[in-house]
């Protein structure tokens, strides 16, 4: 049986790296995946590799991503040995666009989407906590913390507006082999 590709999605501030954090944790064999990003370096929150523009479509065209896509006026990038991974039976713990999940499930066998939601109040509250966008760029990013997941996908949607310890444990249970 291959890994499965749990795709963690939701709005801008939500929690997904958060949540990511706590789910490899608790379950150390999970593949935390480490996206390729055009971001400036060192910024605060998960661990990226940070890349200019060139170098992304450098890697782009050298077959470094098994998964790319572009938002937030960002480009990112999931490294072409998450597959190998997954036919090994690992599961494999990534934080996904929305955009990018039907071009997701076209790539990955088993793909599970953990959909993290929190109200629009909280959100901001949390972009504002985390300090690494500006003003400009997180109105930006709340303006499309809306946006609707496709139709037809595995999905679990769990809200994120208390303790993230609790949502940490939904997810778990959530994940158990012998439910998805
Ligand atoms: N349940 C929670 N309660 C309080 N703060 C949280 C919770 N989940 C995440 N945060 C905080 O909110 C901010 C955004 O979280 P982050 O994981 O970066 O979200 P995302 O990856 O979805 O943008 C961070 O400062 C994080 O510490
Ligand atoms: O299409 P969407 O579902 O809106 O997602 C767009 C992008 O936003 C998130 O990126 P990033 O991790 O840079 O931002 P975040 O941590 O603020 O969510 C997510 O991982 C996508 O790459």
Redesign the pocket.
Same mark, same amino acid.
């Given at each position: 049986m291959p890994g499965r590709l749990i795709a963690v %999605?939701?709005?801008?501030? %939500?929690g $997904?790296?958060s949540v990511m954090s706590g789910l490899v944790a608790a379950q150390p064999s999970m593949r935390l995946v480490r996206?390729t990003?055009t @971001?400036a370096p060192d910024l605060e929150?998960?661990d990226y590799e940070a890349v200019t523009p060139d170098a992304f479509v450098a890697a782009v065209r050298d077959g470094a991503f098994c998964l790319h896509?572009d938002?937030?006026g960002?480009r990112?990038g999931i490294p072409a040995d998450v597959p190998d991974d997954l036919r090994s039976g690992r599961d494999c713990l990534a934080?996904?666009?929305?955009?990018?999940l039907l071009q997701a499930q076209a790539v990955f066998p088993r793909l599970i989407v953990l959909n993290i939601t929190a109200s629009p109040t909280v959100l901001a509250h949390r972009?504002t906590g @985390?300090g @690494?966008?500006t003003d400009a760029e997180i109105s930006a @990013?709340l303006a499309?913390a809306g $946006?609707p997941l496709p139709e037809g996908l595995d999905v679990v949607t769990l809200a994120n507006d208390g303790a993230l310890g609790e949502t940490v444990a939904q997810a778990l249970d959530a994940l158990q082999p012998a439910r998805v």
């Open positions: %999605v939701g709005p801008s501030g %939500v $997904k790296d996206r990003i @971001r929150g998960e896509w938002a937030h960002l990112y934080n996904l666009s929305r955009g990018a972009l @985390r @690494r966008e @990013r499309q $946006k």
